[in-house]
C-alpha cells in the first residue's frame, strides 16, 4: 500500500507538471536525460577498467546451467526482455506534427536508437566480465548496482541508485507525454473520438492525459491484488506492443509492394521493401518468441480499446467495421474469451 500511494503522488505530481505545458516538461526531462547518463557511463569506463577476459569465457555458451537451456532458447527468452529496452523508440515520430523540421525526427530516432544500443550492449558485456553468470543472476535490483560495488565498493551501489531514481523519474515524465501524445494523434486522424482531440490553453491534450494517467492508476491499484512480478508485467506490456509493430511493419511491406508513392523513385522503393520485408519477418518472430499465454493476455486488454475506435467511427457517420477490420476484431474477441476463460480457470496467469 505505501508503494502504491508512493507512485500515485508521483504519477499525479507528474501530471500535472505536464498540464503546464509540453515545452517546460521536455526541458525538464534533457536534464534528467543528461543525469541518467553520466553514471552510465562512469560505471562502462571503471567495468572497461575491471573487464577480466577470464571470467568473461568461463562457460560462455551456458552449458554449465542447464536450466538455462539452448543458446537459442536463451535467445528467444531474452527478447522479450530486449524489446522493453527499446519500446518508445518511435516516440519521435509520434512527435513528428509538433517537429521543426521532419528530418529532425528520423535523425532524433536513429540517434537515439545507436545510443540505446551501445549502452546496453556495453553494460551487459562488461557486467559479464567482472562477475559470473550465476552471480549475476543472484544479483538485487539494481543489479548494475552489486556489479559496481564489487568493482569500488559501496559507494558505485549508491551512484547507480540515485542515477536509478532520476532515471525512472525521467522516464515516468517522457511516458507521461507519449502516452497522451498517442491518443491525442489518433484523435487528429479520426481514429479515436472527438473528445481526445481538446487541448488546453498551454497546448497540452488535456482530455488524452487525464485519460491515460487515469488507466495507470487504475493499473498501479490492480497491483495490490495481483500476485504478478514485476517481470511478468514487462512481458505483458512488451507483447501489446508488438502487434502494433508488426501491422506496422507488414503494413509498410504492403505499400512497397504495391508500389505507392514510389511512381518516382524506383531505387528508393526497392530499399524500402526489402527494409520491410525484414522488419515483418523479425515482427514475426518476436510475437513466437513472446509466447501465446502473453498474446492471450493482450487480447483482453486490446479489446475494451475498440470501443474508441467504433466511438470515432459513430461520430463520422461511418460504419463500425470494414469486412477485414471484422475479422481482426473477432479474432482478438475470441483471444479475449479464452484469456478471460483462462485466467478464471487457472491455466493463464498474471
Known amino acids: 500500500m505505501p508503494a502504491v500511494v508512493g507512485a500515485s503522488l508521483v504519477l499525479w505530481g507528474v501530471h500535472f507538471l505536464v498540464l ?56 528467444r527468452n531474452m527478447m522479450l526482455v530486449t524489446v522493453w529496452v527499446f519500446i518508445g523508440i518511435e516516440g519521435a515520430s509520434v512527435y513528428s506534427a509538433r517537429a521543426e523540421r521532419r528530418s529532425d525526427v528520423g535523425k532524433a530516432t536513429v540517434i537515439g536508437f545507436i545510443s540505446v544500443l551501445a549502452l546496453l550492449v556495453l553494460v551487459n558485456v562488461l557486467s559479464m566480465g567482472i562477475m559470473s553468470q550465476p552471480e549475476l543472476a543472484g544479483l538485487k535490483n539494481p543489479s548494475m548496482a552489486g556489479v559496481l560495488e564489487e568493482v569500488v565498493g559501496r559507494w558505485g551501489a549508491v551512484l547507480i541508485s540515485v542515477g536509478l531514481v532520476v532515471s525512472l523519474a525521467g522516464a515516468l515524465l517522457s511516458w507521461t507525454l507519449l502516452c497522451a501524445e498517442i491518443l491525442f494523434a489518433g484523435a487528429r486522424d479520426n481514429t479515436m473520438p472527438g473528445f481526445l482531440r481538446k487541448e488546453n490553453a498551454n497546448h497540452v491534450p488535456a482530455n488524452a492525459l487525464w485519460l491515460s494517467n ?72 518476436l510475437v513466437y518468441a513472446g509466447g501465446v499465454q502473453y498474446l492471450l493476455l493482450s487480447a483482453l486488454l486490446y479489446a475494451p480499446g475498440a470501443v474508441f475506435f467504433a466511438m470515432a467511427k459513430h461520430e463520422r457517420g461511418e460504419p463500425v467495421f470494414t469486412a477485414v477490420e471484422k475479422l481482426i476484431f473477432a479474432a482478438v474477441l475470441a483471444g479475449a474469451a479464452i484469456a478471460a476463460y483462462g485466467l478464471y480457470d487457472g491455466f493463464l496467469s498474471l
Open 214 to 285: 487515469g488507466l495507470i492508476q487504475l493499473f498501479l491499484v490492480i497491483t495490490l491484488f495481483s500476485a504478478s512480478t514485476y517481470l511478468n508485467l514487462l512481458y505483458l506490456a512488451t507483447s501489446m506492443i508488438l502487434v502494433p509493430y508488426f501491422w506496422s511493419a507488414a503494413y509498410a511491406l504492403l505499400l512497397g509492394m504495391r508500389g505507392e508513392g514510389y511512381e518516382h523513385a524506383p531505387a528508393e522503393r526497392r530499399k524500402d521493401l526489402a527494409i520491410a520485408a525484414i522488419a515483418t519477418l523479425y515482427a514475426l518472430w
Open 20 to 75: 503546464r505545458g509540453i515545452q517546460q516538461a521536455a526541458f525538464i526531462n534533457l536534464i534528467s536525460t543528461v543525469a541518467k547518463i553520466v553514471p552510465l557511463l562512469l560505471f562502462i569506463v571503471i567495468a572497461a577498467v575491471a573487464f577480466r577476459l577470464d571470467v568473461f569465457t568461463a562457460d560462455f555458451w551456458g552449458r554449465g546451467n542447464p536450466d538455462l537451456g539452448s543458446v537459442m532458447q536463451q535467445v
